[in-house]
């Protein structure tokens, strides 16, 4: 029996979070399609692929299967504070294997800060960090 109420929560988490059907699959190491099947009751996701959407989401187990979470968790209002980014990573692909990055943004900043750095300074810095890891 398809459980409607998860398939609107995972379709109201991702829109929520700005994430698209294929960002949502290469976090689960799925396919689009496979993805969209959970949003559409088609397929349910197996208990550690709940267990993993909930702990990204930050919700519990129980609110994302049997809560509706388009009331418990409304999007901001314009006058609505935000403490944190809603996406916890950047997605990119490594250039040599073609796999995917999850970046913090801290770790963004950080490559955009050395992307400015003179080049003598990236040689200090990269040096020290070969020296230390």
């Given at each position: 029996m398809p459980n409607i109420q998860l398939s609107n929560n995972l379709r109201y988490l991702r829109k929520k979070?700005?994430?698209?059907?294929s960002q949502m699959g290469e976090i689960l190491n799925i396919s689009r399609q496979a993805y969209s099947n959970y949003?559409?009751?088609?397929?349910?996701?197996?208990?550690?692929?709940?267990?993993f959407l909930a702990d990204f989401y930050k919700v519990s187990l129980d609110d994302i299967v049997l809560t509706n979470l388009k009331d418990k968790m409304p999007y901001p209002g314009k006058n609505d504070r935000i403490s944190e980014d809603p996406v916890p990573y950047i997605f990119t692909k490594n250039t040599k294997t073609g796999n995917t990055i999850y970046l913090k943004d801290e770790?963004?900043?950080?490559?955009?800060?050395?992307?400015?750095?003179?080049?003598?300074?990236?040689?200090?810095?990269t040096g020290f960090l070969r020296a230390n890891s």
């Open positions: 979070y700005g994430l698209t059907q949003e559409t009751s088609s397929r349910t996701p197996d208990l550690d692929t709940l267990l770790e963004m900043d950080l490559i955009a800060r050395f992307r400015a750095l003179s080049n003598e300074n990236k040689q200090i810095i």
